[in-house]
């Protein structure tokens, strides 16, 4: 026990475990001691005869299983970002387990006794209000994973979540694999036509990261920060073409990475537990605990956005059209061409250019933007702690201060992308803040898959890039924000279409034209963005918007469509996915942003499983707040910078999440700031 780093108290800075000495083989044995310790406490409070109280039963589940929680942390961040063949096995080993081990508390039938006699009694209890949401939320925890099932149902119910857990794995590691084993080689000047300089650079450093150290060979991977700019770039039509079907065929192929079979079991199993509770499909059971409430709200946002997408990308392409003809070009626009020819568009209608607006993105000035935004914003400083290792070398922690230098938090940022991490970007927590028999700060992560640039030379970023670093950061702000009492209902642990609006929120920052003067600089220069070309980033901000939103809105309505079957055995995913983007009328040239076979958000795990909708329902709550800034006349308002601290990011899951929006804005939201947004209704 003695030798292996999981057994003992991590005792690094902060509480952070001891990276460089943990192994995979480390994790079982710790794994078992770390669950018997939580199934000892549980059956502690579940044989208690006295009568249950809040503090013994409601506070006591939630402070339970610390270590268990810790190790979970660790092992799902490492799993996910620093992945290895043996950490793998482990992962596969451990997922019947870690669910058996789930069901064992929420199928706990004394636990959920003493809970319900709570829930049935809350308003007689004296509770505070935070007290009595995490009673409640803890019981519809219970009830929604099973608790009042009974015999049969019950045990099948158990060997679904297991099957579900197993194949969530099982899932996510073949679209890693996919991802990691393809390398589109460029081995010569005529296969890099068209490629910037910075594109160019980050082909290099990829095919150096595989081992490839031959001179001038370049690598194209599936990580979207390498893949979008080669598809925006690149002069040869035939290599554009073969790493598009790369990259939109990840687990859609016969062999051993193929998802087809593990997400049409899943979306069977799935309805089966919807049928256990009740509801005639997932997507009724999925969005019973979202503000949406029910397929029909879900279904009205989207329309509501669907068919003028779909006209504003008509326009798109009719200029697409004219570029295509100007230069003589006798095709037609397919999927692989789109970004190629938008970016024609964009130099030609709005004389903007990646290659010249990049350079005033690296990477480290954008960091230091947000930083200095929630400077602005909240008072918090981040302290760069090089001393302190993380899991990899590209791994870079903080301390996070109050204004007045007591430490607030940790975070930890992981920027780039790499064989052994899944691809995407999220936020997740090493540690969430409480204070329910917590004394310690929360560490919060977050992780970034750029294009790292060459040696000496400055990761680049475009201006999506950048939002997406916003984005994830806004999420980073809602874990290391929050103050709460209780672990459960801590962070960004809230109903699921409210959890991107502190994300959404943060990605209007990043376009502020005082942000942009004070920290987009060119690298090479420091000449600040010049004015003009900050108009054209301007003028250009909603085009193709019709592209982007159609191939969001597209998922998203593929997502509903297929959670909302009610047939025993679910459809075969391909099929399905084609029939129903046929009937919405997608045009096939723009696509979606993920198919069923690699959507992870949807089959690594149920988090947004009928919920991908969420993007564009906390993109009204986004818009519409940061509307309160406008009104305020300043985009760093005190007051109201203090009002979104106080209502939306401190707040956790404290309270309804309704009820936070309205205290922050006095009334509900309203989706029109939205519309515009996105270009899709006059501004």
């Known amino acids: 026990m003695s030798a292996n780093p999981l057994m003992s108290a991590w005792t690094g800075p902060y509480g952070l475990p001891p990276f460089d000495a943990i192994r995979a083989e480390h994790f079982e044995p710790a794994f078992e001691a770390a669950l018997a310790a939580h199934r000892a406490e549980l059956d502690a409070i579940a044989a208690s005869t006295a009568a249950p109280s809040f503090a013994d039963t409601v506070a006591a589940l939630d402070r339970g299983g610390r270590a268990l929680t810790a190790l979970e942390h660790l092992f799902s961040t490492l799993s996910a970002s620093a992945s290895s063949p043996e950490l793998q096995a482990v992962q596969r080993r451990m997922a019947a387990p870690l669910a058996a081990h789930a069901n064992a508390i929420y199928l706990n039938a004394q636990l959920f006794a003493r809970l319900e006699q709570l829930h049935e009694q809350r308003a007689a209890l004296g509770l505070t209000p935070e007290q009595r949401r995490l009673l409640e939320r803890l019981h519809l925890d219970f009830v929604r994973a099973g608790a009042r099932l009974q015999g049969e149902a019950r045990a099948r119910y158990a060997a679904i979540m297991e099957r579900l ?68 770039f690149s002069e040869r039509r035939d290599l554009r073409e073969q790493a598009w079907r790369a990259w939109v065929g990840r687990g859609d192929d016969t062999g051993e990475t193929d998802n087809r079979d593990i997400v049409r079991e899943m979306l069977t199993l799935r309805r089966e537990q919807a049928a256990l509770h009740g509801h005639r499909s997932y997507a009724d059971y999925a969005l019973a605990d979202t503000m949406a409430g029910r397929q029909s709200a879900v279904q009205a946002l989207l329309d509501q956005v669907w068919e003028p997408a779909k006209a504003a990308a008509a326009r798109e392409r009719a200029m697409l059209e004219e570029v295509r003809e100007q230069l003589g070009h006798q095709l037609t626009i397919e999927a692989w061409d789109w970004r190629w020819y938008a970016e024609k568009v964009r130099q030609q209608r709005f004389q903007l250019d990646e290659a010249e607006v990049k350079p005033y993105f690296p990477l480290d000035a954008m960091v230091q933007a947000m930083f200095d935004c929630a400077q602005r914003l909240y008072g918090l400083r981040f302290v760069a ?80 890039d950048v939002r997406t670093l916003f984005h994830e950061f806004g999420h980073g702000l809602h874990g290391l924000l929050s103050d709460v009492e209780f672990e459960r209902l801590s962070g960004t642990q809230v ?45 250009a901000a909603t085009f193709n918007q019709g592209y982007e939103t159609v191939r969001y809105t597209a998922s998203a309505l593929v997502d509903l469509a297929i959670h909302a079957v009610e047939d025993e055995q679910a459809p075969e995913p391909v099929g399905f996915e084609r029939e129903t983007l046929e009937r919405l009328g997608l045009p096939p040239a723009i696509g979606q942003n993920h198919r069923l076979t690699h959507f992870q958000h949807l089959f690594s795990g149920s988090s947004y499983a009928a919920g991908y909708y969420v993007y564009l329902w906390a993109e009204v709550l986004d818009c519409d707040a940061f509307e309160a800034f406008v009104e305020a006349g300043d985009p760093f308002d005190t007051a109201t910078a203090q009002s979104v601290l106080a209502n939306i990011l401190a707040v956790g899951n404290s309270k309804e999440p309704g009820e936070t929006y309205r205290a922050f804005r006095g009334r509900d939201a309203r989706v029109e700031p939205m519309l515009k947004g996105r270009g899709l209704i006059p501004a």
């Not at 938090?409 to 790499?418: I, K, P, S």
């Not at 942009?516 to 090479?524: G, T, W």
């Open 165 to 232: 857990a197993d194949l969530n794995t099982r899932f996510a590691q073949n679209v890693l694999a996919d991802e990691s084993r393809y390398r589109l080689e460029l081995r010569s000047e005529a296969e890099l036509a068209g490629l910037p300089g910075f594109v160019r650079a980050a082909a290099r450093q990829a095919a150096l990261d595989r081992g490839i150290g031959e001179e001038g060979v370049h690598v194209v991977t599936l990580s979207r920060s390498l893949i979008v700019p080669f598809l925006t």
């Open 385 to 464: 702690q090089p001393q302190v290792a993380g899991y990899h070398p590209d791994v870079k922690v903080y301390e996070v201060q109050r204004a007045d230098g007591t430490a607030r938090g940790v975070f930890v940022q992981d920027n780039f992308a790499r064989p052994t991490k899944r691809s995407g970007a999220w936020m997740n927590a090493l540690r969430w803040q409480a204070r329910n028999g917590i004394d310690a700060l929360p560490i919060i992560l977050n992780n970034n898959n750029f294009a790292k640039g060459a040696p000496g030379e400055p990761t680049l970023l475009s201006f999506d």
């Open 495 to 539: 109903l699921r279409d409210f959890v991107e609006l502190p994300s959404q929120l943060m990605e209007h920052w990043m376009a502020e034209p005082s942000v942009l003067k004070q920290h987009a600089r060119h690298y090479r220069t420091g000449e600040p963005l010049p004015d003009a070309l900050l108009a054209r980033l301007k003028a």
